[in-house]
T-cell receptor, first 114, second 113 residues
């Protein structure tokens, strides 16, 4: 069975500081990995995805993530946090089969302070 | 660009009542997924349909049923509602023959009193 673990349910950074949200995966087959963002009372918006092409993936809003097979990690980073980045971030994994379900991590709430 | 449409956006029901949630996928998408997100929880997979056939089933109660229609829209039917069914219900769609990315709708917030 596939799973993802997000380390840190809450992360607080200052505006302009580096954002690092951690995600480790467990999968017996090559995984597809995703980061979604959820703003309060809203749906899930895709930030970026890894589907076995380039290991460094760039997404929307200046976020990027690097797939590291040796570390089974897919950490999300952004060089400089903005107040508008405050939200819940979910890492998710699916396998390469057609119409495969997403398995989500428990989420990390990002707080950005002045 | 067209997105996933869900209706209603909010729903209030009494215990033991029935609710029907609707999902309209992005045009040309062939797969629909349903997820349930409880308060402060991560989304949990319920059920999915690929080309109008059920393709996978997760932790969906027997009181719930779903189907995908010829126009690819999907409905989640929930009967004998319980307080614990109060949650945000997301529908997602994908074009599975081409890529794996699931695009989520805004969700239906169900409150059972």
């Amino acid at each position: 069975a596939q799973s993802v673990t997000q380390l840190g349910s809450h992360v607080s950074v200052s505006e302009g500081a580096l954002v690092l949200l951690r995600c480790n995966y467990s999968s017996s087959v090559p995984p597809y990995l995703f980061w979604y963002v959820q703003y309060p009372n809203q749906g899930l918006q895709l930030l970026l995805k890894y589907t076995s092409a380039a290991t460094l993936v760039k997404g929307i809003n200046g976020f990027e993530a690097e797939f590291k097979k040796s570390e089974t990690s897919f950490h999300l980073t952004k060089p400089s946090a903005h107040m508008s980045d405050a939200a819940e971030y979910f890492c998710a994994v699916t396998n390469t089969g057609t119409a495969s379900k997403l398995t989500f991590g428990t989420g990390t709430r990002l707080q950005v302070t002045l | 660009a067209a997105g996933v449409i869900q209706s209603p956006r909010h729903l209030i029901k009494e215990k033991r009542e029935t609710a029907t949630l609707k999902c309209y996928p992005i045009p040309r998408h062939d797969t629909v997924y349903w997820y349930q997100q409880g308060p402060g929880q991560d989304p949990q997979f319920l059920i999915s349909f690929y080309e109008k056939m059920q393709s996978d089933k997760g932790s969906i109660p027997d009181r719930f049923s779903a189907q995908q229609f010829s126009d690819y829209h999907s409905e989640l039917n929930m009967s004998s509602l319980e307080l614990g069914d109060s949650a945000l219900y997301f529908c997602a769609s994908s074009f599975s023959r081409v890529e794996e990315t699931q695009y989520f709708g805004p969700g239906t917030r169900l409150l059972v009193l």
